[in-house]
């Protein structure tokens, strides 16, 4: 079996839907794996402020998880802020 250690998720059209919203059980299901101890990286292009909304909704800061932004351009971790 794998052990994985990090999920990375794009944003428009993937994690969010038309709305650009998560949907409550998609949120549900993403907090509960970071209790697991499994990393969640939110990947999009656009900038490092418009992407942490969704970070605070999926409580990566509280899961030291992180924001791949800018294209893969700039690396946050969301505890650090860094």
Do not use: H, W
């Not at 351009?73 to 505890?79: H, K």
């Amino acid at each position: 079996m794998i052990d994985y250690q990090i999920l990375a998720l794009d944003l428009d059209g993937t994690l969010t839907n038309s709305q650009k919203q998560i949907t409550p059980p998609t949120r549900e299901a993403l907090i509960r794996i970071q209790e697991a101890g499994i990393k969640v990286v939110l990947a999009s292009g656009r900038p490092t402020t418009g992407v942490l909304p969704l970070a605070r909704e999926l409580q990566l800061q509280r899961f030291g998880s992180y924001i791949l932004s800018f294209n893969g351009g700039r690396i946050t971790d969301c505890r650090s802020g860094q």
